[in-house]
């Protein structure tokens, strides 16, 4: 027991040391935004490949759902996916046997997902980005610090899923070609170690 609770304390505390130094940068660069970017005119980089400029989005990841009637972003954007969060925060502190990058794309989902969901409850509902990348006319949507942090946890969730699937099917593939032996090789195995004994 005392393995146990001492294993769910140091990750739980290794868990909240990613979300906090995440969710605190996060809302550092939205108060940075709010004001500095707020009411100005967008400024573009790098031969506009990459731009900022200030929004308020109502939507969520990317502003999906943002065409949504207020009460259903609230119950879909706000409740459930503070549900979402609360589940994935237990799952990852407590889980024993989680490999390094499904853990760690676990916790950046988490810690994205807490650095918008406080601006949902602080703003009404909104999130603020202020980012955006692209060339020409093929651009990402405008997006923040959590958006980072969740965009880097799904991809490493569905590598970790796919590494995974792969050693599942590469341990079936063994199981069958051994299955798949024929009686005389087993037999002729047998009477060659016997021979050299």
Do not use: C
Request: aromatic share 8%; net charge neutral.
């Amino acid at each position: 027991m005392k393995s146990v609770d001492k294993h769910f304390a140091r990750r739980a505390l290794e868990v909240l040391a990613v979300i906090l130094v995440i969710v605190v940068a996060d809302q550092a660069s939205k108060l940075w935004a709010v004001e500095t970017l707020k009411g100005e005119p967008m400024t573009s980089y790098l031969g506009d490949v990459f731009r900022i400029v200030y929004a308020e989005n109502t939507g969520g990841f990317l502003s999906l759902g943002s065409t949504l009637p207020a009460a259903a972003r609230f119950w879909l954007l706000t409740v459930i996916n503070g549900v979402v969060l609360t589940i994935g925060l237990t799952y990852v502190m407590a889980w024993r046997n989680l490999g390094p990058v499904i853990w760690w794309g676990v916790t950046l989902l988490v810690a994205g997902g807490m650095g918008n969901l406080i601006d949902r409850v602080r703003l009404e509902g909104s999130v603020i980005d202020f980012l955006n990348m692209g060339i020409g006319n093929l651009r990402t949507g405008i997006f923040n610090i959590a958006d980072i942090a969740i965009s880097v946890g799904v991809l490493l969730f569905f590598m970790s899923s796919f590494a995974v699937e792969k050693k599942t099917e590469s341990g079936d593939s063994k199981t069958r070609e051994k299955s798949d032996s024929h009686p005389s090789d087993t037999i002729s195995q047998g009477m060659v170690g016997s021979a050299a004994q």
